[in-house]
C-alpha cells in the first residue's frame, strides 16, 4: 500500500543500460502512490547514470494536488536536468473530456535531432490516425488560450482534488474513529489522486461485491471519486464487515 522505493530503484539499476522507463508523472494509476519530490530527484541520476530514457504517462496533472505546478514537478526537473524524453499528456480526465480522449504528446530532444523527430511522428500518425477528432482539442485550446478560462479551470482542479481529499478523509475518519476497524488505514490518506489500492484480499473485495455491493476490483483497488458524503459511511461499515468477518453491517 506504498511504494517499494528500493526494489523500485533496483529494477531501474538492473534494467539494461538505455532502457525506456515508464514513470507516471502525478496521481499514479492504479495504485494511487507517488514518490517524494527527493525520489525523484534520486530517480533522475540514476537514470542519467544508466543512460535510460524516461518516458512519462501524464494523465491526471492538477488532480493530485490541486495545482498543475506542482503536478508537474518530475517532468520539469527531468528536463532542466537536460534528459531527453517522451511524455503522454491527457485531457480526458483534468477537463472531463473522456468522449474525445483529447491530449498531446511530446518529446523532449536535442534542436539539431527535432527535425528528424518530428518526421518520424509523421510517419507513425499518417498509417494510425490521419485526422484526429479536432472537436475536444478545440475546447482545449479556447481554454488554455483564453486567461479567464484557464484561471476558472484551474480553481476547478483546486475543486475536484479537494472534495478527493475530503473523501479520503472521511473514509479514514469512519474506519479508525467511528468504526475501530482493526488495521493501518493511513494508505488512504497517503495515497493520492482518483485511484486508492485499500489493502483488502481478493476474497475480502469478492465479499464486498457479492455480499454489499460495494463494487471494486479483486485487487484492492477502488475509485475515491465514487464515494461522497451520501454513501462514504456505508462503504466504511463494509469495509469493517470483511475486515472483521461479520455477516452483516
Not at 517532468?75 to 536536468?81: D, G, I, L, S, V
Not at 509523421?122 to 478545440?138: C, D, E, T
Not at 474513529?177 to 481478493?202: A, V
Request: one cysteine or more; a positive charge; proline letters at 4%.
Amino acid at each position: 500500500m506504498g511504494l517499494d522505493y528500493d526494489g523500485f530503484m533496483e529494477d531501474v539499476k538492473n534494467a539494461p543500460d538505455g532502457s525506456v522507463i515508464l514513470l507516471h508523472a502525478c496521481a499514479h494509476n492504479p495504485t494511487g502512490v507517488d514518490p517524494t519530490q527527493e525520489q525523484w530527484k534520486a530517480i533522475a541520476e540514476v537514470l542519467k547514470s544508466k543512460k535510460h530514457v524516461p518516458f512519462f504517462d501524464c494523465a491526471y496533472q492538477g488532480f493530485a494536488t490541486g495545482s498543475l505546478e506542482r503536478d508537474r514537478f518530475a517532468m520539469e526537473y527531468f528536463a532542466n536536468q537536460g534528459f531527453e524524453m517522451f511524455i503522454a499528456q491527457s485531457f480526458a480526465k483534468n477537463f472531463g473530456m473522456y468522449g474525445e480522449r483529447v491530449g498531446c504528446f511530446h518529446i523532449v530532444c536535442k534542436a539539431e535531432t527535432s527535425e528528424k523527430v518530428a518526421s518520424q511522428l509523421k510517419l507513425v500518425a499518417r498509417p494510425m490516425y490521419s485526422n484526429p477528432p479536432s472537436f475536444g482539442a478545440r475546447i482545449v485550446t479556447t481554454v488554455l488560450k483564453n486567461p479567464d478560462l484557464y484561471n476558472e479551470w484551474k480553481q476547478n482542479l483546486i475543486t475536484m482534488s479537494g472534495r478527493i481529499k475530503q473523501v479520503r478523509e472521511l473514509l479514514y475518519k469512519e474506519l479508525t474513529e467511528n468504526l475501530k476497524t482493526p488495521g493501518d488505514w493511513r494508505h488512504i490518506l497517503n495515497q493520492i489522486g482518483m485511484f486508492t489500492y485499500t489493502g483488502l484480499s481478493e476474497s475480502q473485495c469478492e465479499r464486498l461485491t457479492k455480499d454489499f455491493h460495494v463494487y471494486l476490483l479483486n485487487s484492492g483497488r477502488i475509485s475515491m471519486t465514487g464515494i461522497n458524503t451520501s454513501n462514504v459511511a456505508y462503504l466504511a461499515k463494509a469495509i469493517n464487515a470483511v475486515v472483521t468477518g461479520k455477516a452483516k453491517l
